[in-house]
């Protein structure tokens, strides 16, 4: 069965703590990213990674890091530094890099984080 | 970097009836993408369009674009009550370093009542 899995679905924050949210995917696509949603809004980009060991920022990476050690696996950490990290947050998969315009991405179900 | 912006905002139509949801952007595009998210999920991708096609179709979707205009539309016929969910456009963008990002506008909530 293949696909993109998030864990946790429901991940809660205290204060001055750091959080890893988990992505996997098996269907051997070279390209992630992450993406934060605030209620009513977009997607915002966090950050991306086009090939293993390898990834850049996004729009709103800052109290954000990230780690590219396999190619299945793209694991997002919010740091304490991140002020307002109430949010749902979405991994996404493409097959190649996205060095063209035309890279249809796959989403995993995603991560709501909450701050206690 | 450049938005697509999904208008209206909210749509609320009964079941059987055709919806109709815009998208503008602010500057060209090779292709334009849609997506669906039913509530609390990831997004689906529907359909891609792109710019030497003006209108494309996908089961009961159907997508046209307007580069003059600088707008798309989608359109869903013969709606059901599992078509309720938020519908996104997407545009991509150069993000530099040779690569591309794809921007999400903040989409419609569409509602099917049955």
């Known amino acids: 069965d293949g696909g993109i899995t998030q864990s946790p679905k429901y991940l809660f924050r205290k204060e001055g703590q750091n959080v890893t949210l988990s992505c996997e995917q098996n269907l051997n696509h070279d390209a992630m990213y992450w993406y934060r949603q605030d209620p009513g809004q977009g997607l915002r980009l966090i950050y991306y990674?086009?090939?293993?060991?390898?990834?850049q920022k996004g729009d709103i990476a800052e109290g954000y890091s990230v780690s590219r050690e396999k190619k299945e696996s793209f694991p997002l950490t919010v740091t304490s530094a991140q002020k307002n990290p109430t949010a749902f947050y979405l991994c996404?998969?493409?097959?190649?890099?996205?060095?063209?315009?035309?890279?249809?991405?796959?989403f995993g179900p995603g991560t709501r984080l909450l701050v206690l | 970097s450049q938005q697509g912006e999904e208008d209206p905002q909210a749509l609320s139509i009964q079941e059987g009836e055709n919806a109709t949801m815009n998208c503008s952007y602010k500057t060209s595009i090779n292709n334009l993408q849609w997506y669906r998210q039913n509530s609390g999920r990831g997004l689906v991708h529907l359909i891609l369009i792109r710019s030497n096609e003006r209108e494309k179709h996908s089961g009961r979707l159907r997508v046209t674009l307007d580069t003059s205009k600088k707008s798309s539309s989608l359109l869903i016929t013969a709606s059901r009550a599992a078509d309720t969910a938020s519908y996104f456009c997407?545009?991509?963008?150069?993000?530099?370093?040779?690569?591309?990002?794809?921007?999400f506008g903040k989409g419609t909530k569409l509602s099917v009542i049955p």
């Open positions: 990674s086009q090939i293993v060991n390898d990834f």
């Open positions: 997407a545009t991509p963008s150069y993000s530099g370093a040779g690569s591309y990002q794809l921007t």
């Open positions: 996404a998969s493409s097959k190649r890099s996205p060095t063209t315009d035309w890279e249809t991405q796959y």
